[in-house]
């Protein structure tokens, strides 16, 4: 059984840093793409990152290209979302995901999700 969980999120200063976390576990994932989404009250969730397990490249949305970085920890099976020069509007329930082969921006696509942890921006 595939299980996804999130850790490290909390309340930060905006320009304030997090780095959250995904443990991974239930099967192999190396053929896998593993995506970071977000939602805030009210809205959509949305596409953040994602990383291809395998090779390690990656896509950002526009709104957080050049202060997040996905990354991945294949020997702990962790892929990490370090989220630097935060701002109010990144405030939002952070979730991470696993989908085979290739990553995709669309939430629908992601049959795996972790429980998602707080992240909380005040100005």
């Known amino acids: 059984q595939v299980q996804l969980v999130e850790s490290g999120g909390g309340l930060v200063q905006a320009g304030g840093s997090l780095r959250l976390s995904c443990a991974a576990s239930?099967?192999?994932?190396?053929?896998?793409?593993m995506g970071w989404f977000r939602q805030a009250p009210g809205k959509e969730r949305e596409f953040v990152a994602a990383i291809r397990w395998s090779v390690g490249n990656t896509r950002y949305a526009d709104s957080v290209k050049g202060r997040f970085t996905i990354s991945r920890d294949n020997a702990k099976n962790t892929v990490y979302l370090q989220m630097n020069s935060l701002k109010p509007e990144d405030t939002a329930v952070y979730y991470c995901?696993?989908?085979?082969?290739?990553?995709?921006?669309?939430?629908?696509?992601?049959?795996?999700w972790g429980q998602g942890t707080q992240v909380t921006v005040s100005s």
């Open positions: 239930g099967r192999t994932f190396s053929n896998d793409a």
């Open positions: 995901a696993a989908r085979y082969l290739w990553y995709s921006y669309s939430y629908t696509d992601y049959p795996y």
